[in-house]
């Protein structure tokens, strides 16, 4: 039990608590719960991929975003890993397609270019008939970094390239934002009234 409970306390985001109460949690459930639990992790390990197209997990060669007609195959996401899809797809707002870099530049972790997909995002661009990339990288230093990285790179091409406005979340009052978000906010402001 001590041992599936630290396993458990090494899961991101989830504490000593925790990782007890979901010790305890397997040890009552259901015979057929508990081997359910451990079929499907065994699943996901043998069976999930990458997606030949944007890198996002797949158990196919490509993933259902990408061999999804009705998405639009001429708008490109580019975002840093396959939970930010899951976040973006979570709101139901976006219907273009995704690129995956997995992860970020970051020149202290020895982290460049040519370690992400990078090129690979590149050469979709030249083959396909992409019209407009959308950078959602994050907005700490190494989201930034390669956000510029790739408008760098990417202005030589003939497409629209943009950012993910940051500013200001719903619900926030000004009072208690911090200065780099009323930055943002200011920076990305859109006209109301024409």
Do not use: W
């Not at 690129?99 to 396909?128: A, F, T, W």
């Amino acid at each position: 039990m001590d041992d599936l409970i630290h396993l458990f306390a090494r899961f991101p985001g989830v504490g000593p608590r925790s990782a007890e109460r979901m010790a305890f949690y397997l040890l009552q459930c259901a015979k057929e719960e508990a081997q359910r639990i451990t079929e499907l992790i065994a699943k996901l390990r043998e069976t999930t991929r990458s997606c030949e197209t944007c890198f996002n997990l797949s158990d196919k060669a490509l993933c259902e975003i990408c061999d999804d007609p009705i998405r639009d195959h001429k708008t490109v996401c580019v975002v840093a890993s396959p939970k930010d899809i899951i976040a973006i797809e979570r709101g139901g707002y976006y219907r273009g397609t995704y690129h995956v870099l997995m992860g970020n530049i970051s020149p202290l972790e020895g982290i460049g270019p040519k370690d992400l997909k990078i090129p690979e995002l590149v050469n979709r661009i030249k083959q396909g008939d992409i019209r407009e990339i959308i950078l959602a990288t994050g907005s700490n230093a190494e989201g930034e970094t390669t956000s510029l990285y790739l408008v760098k790179l990417l202005s030589p091409l003939d497409l629209h390239v943009t950012r993910i406005a940051y500013g200001v979340p719903v619900g926030a009052n000004l009072e208690f934002a911090d200065q780099a978000s009323l930055s943002r906010a200011f920076e990305g402001r859109q006209a109301v009234l024409q």
